[in-house]
């Protein structure tokens, strides 16, 4: 199954990506299934992505940057009104350098808004959070910075966590991490301290738009014992959180088939 089938997305939507554990590389893949669709969309971010990571998509699309809002959203509409046999792409930002490696800086989230509410683009596609690489974190305040116009958040996290020790080099933020779910820094992370991530108020789904479906992502279930600490993992989540979350998907996002399974909580909501 493809994970836009797994999200079941609408004709148009608005996705936004937070968490950790191999977000980039399911934005990757999720950009990819979406452009086969031939519809308008855009990709970007609210913080910031290595320019390697949207150079694929800069090649079959185009890049649009700027400082002023008025002249991007100009340039936007003028890219998508052009004839095309084929889908359009655009990637919104700046080309920046940080720490010596070149990235993309993203436009503020109010632009963003603005410009679904223009109705002129199908699917925008955000990288709404950073993780430093890391398979599990914990959002300070000012993070993850998600559009209120988000409809489909999905929430990533790395199944390769369960058993690593709490510190900062295997878990992003790991005092808050701490904090959230009771679990002592150099302790072993457990399932239950994952689901308490997942389900916290200021957890993975932190700052949520009213209205927007909640995805869970397990990702890295690469092999039979994975999966099956991946399964344990949404039992746990089933159980202490009865609402919010519309359905949980369990996969492998840098495998040829990224979805092993979905279990769908609609009803829930």
């Known amino acids: 199954m493809l994970i836009s089938e797994a999200l079941n997305l609408k004709e148009k939507a608005f996705i936004s990506l937070v968490g950790a554990g191999g977000k980039s590389?399911?934005?990757s893949r999720l950009a990819d299934e979406l452009a086969h669709k031939n519809k308008r969309m855009i990709l970007t971010t609210t913080t910031k992505m290595f320019a390697r990571?949207?150079?694929?998509?800069i090649k079959k699309g185009r890049l649009i940057e700027g400082h002023n809002e008025e002249i991007?959203?100009?340039s936007i509409k003028k890219y998508f009104s052009l004839k095309s046999k084929g889908g359009k792409l655009a990637v919104i930002g700046e080309k920046i350098e940080d720490n010596r490696e070149e990235k993309i800086s993203g436009p503020p989230p109010d632009w963003l808004d603005?410009?679904?509410?223009e109705k002129s683009v199908d699917y925008f596609l955000i990288e709404a959070d950073g993780a430093a690489g890391r398979s599990?974190?914990?959002p300070a305040s000012h993070e993850p910075v998600i559009p209120l116009s988000t409809t489909n958040l999905v929430g990533v996290i790395g199944i390769d966590a369960l058993g690593l020790s709490l510190q900062e080099e295997n878990v992003f933020r790991s005092e808050i991490f701490s904090r959230l779910t009771g679990l002592n820094l150099r302790e072993k992370i457990g399932i239950e301290a994952l689901s308490l991530l997942i389900c916290h108020p200021e957890g993975l789904f932190k700052g949520a738009p009213p209205g927007c479906r909640r995805h869970l992502f397990i990702n890295k279930a690469e092999d039979p014992e994975n999966?099956?600490?991946?399964?344990?993992l949404t039992f746990q989540v089933l159980k202490i959180c009865p609402r919010g979350i519309s359905d949980i998907i369990i996969g492998a996002a840098g495998q040829k088939e990224v979805v092993a399974e979905v279990i769908r909580r609609e009803k829930t909501l």
Do not use: G, S, Y
């Open 25 to 27: 590389t399911l934005f």
């Open 53 to 57: 990571q949207l150079a694929p998509f």
């Open 72 to 74: 991007i959203q100009e």
């Open 114 to 117: 603005q410009w679904w509410e």
């Open 136 to 138: 599990v974190k914990a």
């Open 227 to 232: 999966l099956k600490m991946a399964e344990e």
